[in-house]
């Protein structure tokens, strides 16, 4: 860590320690000045816009955001919740965005600001319509390995890593090494809960820099059909002992057509804001592999209640105290696809550089290429030239709403099938998707028309001097 940037963390982690040491002496004022020193920290990671609601509403004392700081507060262990902003706000969102934005402009291709990786393709869980299960246990990424990933990542400014699999608990130890070696850098691991344990709750606490997505899928029966007998209650026991402890947590949502309903109903919601869960990411069905069943894809009724309910659900007024986000819906707060390093890209547990965690197609391995090397393929560029797939923002990825863009890409970079449990060519996924693809289009194409949206800064490559003259010759 450069001096300047260690004077950064350590005058940040001074006011922070003050103000959470004093919190709870007038929690209206000192939470009011926590945010303004959060807005400050985050660089713009947390939209502006809910921590302008969030102020309003601590003024006034009273509302949804009110209750979501106070919870917040009461609930999290507040050196652990130093640690986390110190990694996710100074880390990320101060240094890491400022180096991310100039190698941009460098190397002139996408620069992630988060890594996904698998530490292992292993997983103690067959969830129904989930590759993972299928891999087995015959990869994982050795320490060494993501040592190198997270300081090739570093370089380049990427400080956020999100860990899946697979189960990535079943490398509890190597998490948390990196978690110790990196304190400049955010993690967080989707993880199915049954390996959490007071033990590993602890080691948490200390390192500070790594929070979870608990898999949960609704109610016991619809969690439990999906996932496994007891697989909600492993998930409520985890999300017990967290509270208890006080580590960070959130809950990572698959909706499918089946559960739709359970997975937004206000009983779920209230359910997981008293266990104590602050985030919530939702995950569209995607049929990827050999056993996937395109019938769990939601139907274009049932995005358009996504779309609705995601508003509503963040409003101030009418919302619930927790953040929620749907990386298929708020696509329009992105600008897309954020896929190929354009926000974050994929590696799998045998080492292959994937654009998205739900396309498992390559042409790098770290193995044998840098980071860089890999942002700089064929198939990464290919999708860097093309981004975005589609200018209305409800139908942003390549292979779920416009199929015949993947299919193109695959066949011009000539991008090799790295699905673990068998190949699986390109056409052979997109026709699980052209159904709905062409279903979807028109009601997206009237949400877009009628509802207001933001206006994300972004850059693509068709606005840089390069794109533009590419444009002007054809």
């Known amino acids: 860590m450069k001096l300047k940037e260690s004077l950064e963390r350590k005058a940040a982690g ?7 040491k004093y919190i709870n002496k007038d929690p209206q004022k000192n939470i009011l000045r926590l945010l303004n020193r959060t807005e400050f920290l985050l660089g713009g990671i947390f939209p502006k816009k809910n ?23 009461r609930d999290t262990d507040h050196d652990y919740l130093k640690k986390f902003l110190l990694a996710a706000g100074v880390g990320a969102g101060i240094q890491g965005t400022k180096k991310v934005r100039a190698n941009r402009d460098v190397y002139h291709c996408n620069i992630p600001f988060l890594i996904l990786m698998d530490p292992t393709s292993a997983c103690n869980c067959r969830c129904k319509g989930c590759w993972a299960a299928e891999y087995g246990h015959k990869n994982s990424l050795t320490l060494d390995e993501m040592r190198s990933v997270v300081s090739q990542g570093k370089a380049l400014g990427t400080h956020i890593y999100m860990l899946t699999g697979g189960e990535p608990l079943l490398r509890k130890k190597d998490l948390i090494t990196l978690c110790e070696e990196n304190p400049d850098c955010a993690f967080l691991a989707y993880t199915n809960a049954t390996l959490i344990d007071e033990a590993f709750c602890d080691e948490l606490l200390r390192v500070g820099n790594m929070t979870l997505a608990l898999s949960i899928e609704g109610s016991q029966k619809t ?8 697989m909600y209650d492993a998930a409520v026991r985890a999300m017990e002992l967290l509270k208890q402890k006080g580590v960070l947590f959130g809950m990572s949502v698959c909706y499918t057509r089946e559960n739709v309903d359970m997975v937004t109903s206000d009983a779920f919601l209230d359910k997981m804001v008293s266990l104590g869960v602050k985030f919530g990411f939702y995950f569209n069905y995607m049929p990827v592999g050999s056993n996937a069943l395109p019938e769990l894809i939601p139907t274009p009724e049932q995005r358009t209640h996504m779309y609705r309910w995601l508003r509503r659900t963040r409003n ?20 897309g696809c954020i896929a190929s390093g354009r926000r974050y890209f994929h590696i799998n547990a045998a080492g292959d550089m994937e654009p998205c965690v739900f396309i498992h197609f390559s042409d790098s391995n770290i193995r044998e290429k840098t980071l860089l090397e890999g942002l700089q ?13 589609n200018d209305n923002h409800l139908r942003p990825c390549p292979m779920l709403e416009n199929p015949q863009c993947l299919r193109a890409i695959i066949a011009e970079t000539g991008a090799k099938s790295t699905n673990l449990e068998g190949e699986e060519t390109a056409d052979a996924l997109c026709a699980k998707c052209d159904k709905f693809a062409a279903a979807w289009a028109p009601v997206a194409g009237e949400l877009w028309e009628n509802n207001p949206h933001p206006n994300p800064k972004t850059q693509f490559y068709r606005d840089t001097p390069e794109g533009k003259q590419q444009a002007a010759q054809q």
Do not use: C, W
Request: a negative charge; proline letters at 4%.
């Open 14 to 20: 001074f006011t922070l320690d003050r103000l959470l």
């Open 51 to 73: 921590l302008d609601a969030m102020k309003e509403v601590i003024r006034a004392g009273k509302g949804v955001y009110y209750d979501f700081a106070m919870n917040l507060l």
């Open 223 to 230: 969690t439990d059909a999906r996932r496994g007998e007891g």
């Open 316 to 335: 101030g007024e009418t919302g619930k105290p927790l953040f929620v986000m749907d990386f298929q819906d708020d696509g329009e707060y992105v600008g």
């Open 377 to 389: 393929s064929p198939l990464f560029m290919a999708y860097y030239h093309q981004q975005p797939f």
